[in-house]
């Protein structure tokens, strides 16, 4: 992401994006908050993607450079905050749980922008509360480097439901299993097993946001059942897949 615009401020606004479309590389000086009130929204940096249906939201730092891509029609919640102070106290990405409660102060935020009615600046402190208060979630697709690494995710990114071991996807690419665990952990900060999940969520909620059935994404995304699917959806997000639409998201 070399070539990327630099915005001075970070916009408050709703708008919407058609499936597939994209906002270019670009970074701005103050910080903020994307939610997508619909669809799934992608956020990627040099460090990976963060993704995040409407049961969560993304803080993304000042100074940050990202882009952004939508997966279905998605109603993009832009939400900017001043760079000092940082509210969260966060330098990097961050994916953030949204309860029932900030997505409303985020929709009526976004909705109303750039007033300073004595009403409008208790909203965003009640907000900004609220975003301190958010759980962090860990989901991310951190992006590796090593040559070895890289060889081994692209193969799961071309088919996430690529069934194969490390041990087996290390013997096609010529590096051991020992090797490529010990990168995982070193390198993205996770196991095998768990950014393989990660990245099976990823493209299932990419269906979903297609309208894809939910069984046919258990089979796309590599889960041997449709419940095996159902039970790792429900306890990533809180609610099963085939809610999901119903839930905004």
């Known amino acids: 992401m070399s070539k990327s615009r630099h915005l001075p401020h970070a916009p408050t606004r709703t708008q919407v994006l058609a499936a597939g479309e994209r906002i270019d590389a670009h970074r701005h000086d ?11 929204l992608a956020v990627t940096t040099d460090a990976g993607t963060w993704f995040a249906p409407g049961t969560r939201a993304i803080w993304v730092p000042a100074g940050c450079v990202h ?22 106290g966060l330098e990097e990405p961050a994916v953030l749980a949204v309860s029932p409660l900030l997505r409303e102060l985020i929709l009526a935020a976004t909705a109303a922008p750039g007033g300073s009615s004595p009403e409008q600046r208790r909203l965003r402190a009640v907000l900004v509360d609220q975003l301190r208060a958010a759980p962090r979630e860990p989901v991310q697709l951190p992006a590796p480097s090593d ?31 020992r090797t490529l665990s010990r990168l ?66």
């Open 147 to 177: 040559p070895r690494l890289v060889a081994v995710c692209e193969l799961l990114q071309a088919d996430c439901a690529d069934p194969r071991t490390l041990a087996q996807l290390g013997a096609a690419t010529g590096a051991s299993e």
């Open 184 to 249: 995982f952990a070193a390198e993205l900060g996770m196991s095998f097993t768990a950014w393989r999940t990660q990245l099976r969520l990823y493209h299932a909620l990419r269906l979903l946001a297609e309208d894809v059935p939910v069984t046919t994404v258990a089979h796309r995304c590599g889960w041997s059942s449709a419940s095996a699917f159902i039970d790792v959806f429900r306890r990533e997000y809180g609610h099963t897949p085939g809610t999901h639409h119903r839930r905004g998201g």
């Open 30 to 40: 103050e910080h903020q908050v994307v939610y997508a009130g619909s669809g799934v």
């Open 67 to 88: 882009a952004h891509l939508a997966h279905g029609r998605t109603d993009l919640h832009l939400l900017g905050l001043p760079a000092a102070p940082n509210p969260l």
